[in-house]
């Protein structure tokens, strides 16, 4: 039986004293982002679907096209925010919903992801089982049909972070989305022994907790045109790069794995490794300063493992939109 994924945090917090926020150098900033003032959103309650649970959801001034981010585990943080605002000064309108906690999340910081994970509940959140993410798929859904009704018939691109990494899958077969981004999707999350002994099974490894339904629909979409677009780090210990390669192989047996073609971060020292060499066929890779720790690398375009990383995902995600303005 797993252990619930909290005491996976939990575990971790010893060793993440060693990980890249505590070391000194230009490649690990250990850079503290400010919260944005909440006067900066407009703030409005959503229902989410059957659940009938509701959502915070917080948008920049309405500048243009539809953008809805959803956060990592540690919640709506101040990296996600600045990122938001700093999206939306580029000509969108960003929706940023809290899917637990609320506005500026559980901060910034070791503890931080362990504060988000006591804030995970059941049945709403499935953080350990293949196949399914729990009922807050589902809420995400009515939150992006609301996001429609605030457009005018505008499509939305939707963008998941770690827990919510690979939810743009399930959406991607909405008429109301244009186009998801997928970036470190870490469920179904490993266990503390998982993760230490990297023995999490590799079924799990490659699953993205979504249903063989809503799995299948996604490459159906892919296959008809719908854009995906994702952002990784070879070397994420929580969110194995395993499920990218499966779904390109997904892609690849109905003929449209270009439709699926990643950002992915290489250190040097994994950069002649089978994995990196096989990937560079059908991912554009970045190289990366950031070391591999037990939790790190990570995050990365809101609050990647270096400043160097975070400028440069961001850039690559501002032109990738930009071409997907106009479709």
Request: proline share 8%.
């Amino acid at each position: 039986m797993k252990s619930i994924h909290i005491l996976a945090l939990a575990s971790l917090v010893a060793v993440s004293l060693t990980s890249c926020a505590f070391q000194r150098g230009h490649c690990c900033s250990g850079e503290k982002v400010p919260l944005p003032a909440r006067t900066s959103f407009t703030e409005f309650q959503v229902k989410g679907g059957s659940s009938g649970y509701k959502y915070p959801v917080f948008r920049t001034p309405v500048n243009g096209p539809p953008v809805l981010v959803l956060h990592e585990l540690n919640g709506l943080t101040p990296p996600t925010l600045q990122f938001c605002q700093e999206l939306g000064q580029r000509g969108w309108t960003v929706y940023a919903p809290a899917l637990f906690g609320g506005y500026g999340g559980f901060g910034q910081g070791t503890f931080s992801a362990i504060a988000g994970g006591l804030a995970i509940s059941k049945p709403r959140w499935v953080e350990n089982e293949k196949g399914s993410s729990g009922q807050v798929v589902e809420d995400v859904t009515a939150i992006i049909r609301w996001v429609a009704s605030q457009h005018s018939g505008q499509k939305i691109i939707v963008m998941g972070n770690c827990l919510s990494g690979g939810f743009p899958l399930a959406y991607l077969p909405m008429p109301e989305v244009k186009a998801g981004i997928v970036c470190q999707p870490a469920m179904p999350m490993p266990t503390a022994w998982e993760l230490f002994t990297h023995s999490q099974p590799e079924a799990e490894r490659q699953d993205w907790g979504l249903s063989p339904a809503q799995m299948d629909a996604a490459v159906a979409s892919i296959r008809d045109g719908k854009p995906l677009l994702g952002f990784h780090y070879l070397a994420d210990p929580l969110a194995p790069f395993e499920k990218f390669s499966a779904l390109h192989d997904r892609l690849q047996a109905v003929q449209c794995a270009d439709g699926f073609r990643p950002v992915l971060l290489v250190h040097p020292s994994s950069a002649g490794s089978e994995t990196a060499k096989k990937a560079a066929a059908w991912c554009e890779i970045h190289p990366t300063c950031v070391q591999s720790s037990a939790t790190k690398p990570h995050n990365t375009v809101t609050a990647s493992g270096s400043l160097e990383d975070r400028k440069a995902m961001r850039a690559l995600l501002y032109g990738k939109l930009e071409k997907l303005r106009t479709k």
